[in-house]
């Protein structure tokens, strides 16, 4: 028979500590598009950078597959490379917390997401609430529009990109299309599939 594994006092103090922590409510708007493509969502203040950088990927729609990196109160923070750690533009994110940020009184920070077509996004912190009352720790409570599919070719790409999906005539309309194999709504925004993928981020 399989023994169950017993939690330890630090285990214990730290799931108490997640639920307690308030949260931080940000909005997230992705720059230089308009109609503007953004999202609210509640964070906890315990939250690190790495898990801030998911929850960022799942609320704007992103699939993680690209580079990224963080400018808050002028330093930067991303992913080392460990083959060439001398060579990164930025500090280690990975034991780095929002909270000491927000609690020096930073309100505005930038977050870039693939450094090939460079989609930034400027991060607000809007307000410090209440923990909340269900168990998940990562919503998003409200947003607009559907972030641009990977790999489009940035801002310009995108713009090009909407231009041949709406017009049949257009020489890349049928292009366009296959490549990106589905459907294509810019106005689309669910925040029940939001909710769903946000709840698979383990804090």
């Known amino acids: 028979m399989a023994t169950r594994r017993s939690i330890t006092p630090r ?23 308009q109609p503007l493509i953004w999202r609210r969502v509640l964070v906890p203040e315990t939250i690190t950078l790495p898990k801030l950088h998911l929850t960022l990927q799942e609320a704007m729609g992103w699939t993680n ?29 990975r ?15 930038s977050y870039l997401y693939d450094f090939g077509d460079h989609w930034d996004h400027v991060v607000h ?42 017009d049949p005539t257009h020489e890349e309309h049928q292009s366009m299309l296959d490549w990106i194999g589905y459907p294509f709504d810019p106005t689309a925004f669910d925040i029940h599939d939001v909710n769903v993928r946000l709840a698979q981020i383990k804090l």
């Open 11 to 33: 285990a214990t103090a730290r799931r108490v500590a997640q639920l307690t922590a308030l949260q931080y409510q940000l909005r997230i708007e992705l720059k230089r598009i």
């Open 65 to 93: 597959s690209h580079l990224h990196q963080f400018e808050i109160n002028q330093q930067s923070y991303g992913m080392l490379d460990p083959d060439w750690p001398d060579e990164d533009p930025y500090l280690d994110e």
């Open 95 to 109: 034991r780095v917390r929002l909270k000491p940020f927000i609690e020096a009184g930073v309100r505005r920070f």
């Open 125 to 166: 912190v809007e307000d410090i609430v209440p923990p909340p009352s269900s168990t998940q720790q990562v919503r998003c409570t409200a947003g607009e529009n559907a972030c641009p599919p990977e790999d489009v070719g940035s801002v310009p790409g995108y713009f090009e990109f909407l231009t041949a999906i709406k």
